[in-house]
Nanobody, 119 residues
Framework: QVQLVESGGGLVQPGGSLRLSCSVS????????MGWYRQAPGQERSFVAG???????NYVDSVKGRFTISRDIAKTTAYLQMNSLQPEDTAKYYC?????????????WGQGTQVTVSS
């Protein structure tokens, strides 16, 4: 059974930084993607960043140049380094992992971690 555990959220002032971590237990195979979505109150969950098992990355335009996604060597933990945080980045951040096998995709979600940017 695949489980994702997140950590690293909190309260930070505008211009500050936070790093989120997402650790996977269980197998997500060798063809997979990990990343984050976020959801602010009253809004839909939206994509933030993703990283392929091979290392390729993708970001939503609003975080490019400020956020960096990475994975550890064992590929079981993903990190989201968030710099120059702004109030509009305030949301609950959800880690996800996509496992691709036999032409299909299984998606797994973490429990979410709150990021609040406020002075």
């Amino acid at each position: 059974q695949v489980q994702l555990v997140e950590s690293g959220g909190g309260l930070v002032q505008p211009g500050g930084s936070l790093r989120l971590s997402c650790s996977v237990s269980g197998s997500i195979g060798t063809n997979n993607v990990m990343g984050w979505y976020r959801q602010a109150p009253g809004q839909e969950r939206s994509f933030v960043a993703g990283i392929v098992n091979s290392g390729g990355t993708n970001y939503v335009d609003s975080v490019k140049g400020r956020f960096t996604i990475s994975r550890d060597i064992a590929k079981t933990t993903a990190y989201l380094q968030m710099n120059s945080l702004q109030p509009e980045d305030t949301a609950k951040y959800y880690c996800y992992a996509d496992k691709f096998e036999r032409g299909g995709r299984d998606r797994y979600w973490g429990q979410g971690t709150q990021v609040t940017v406020s002075s």
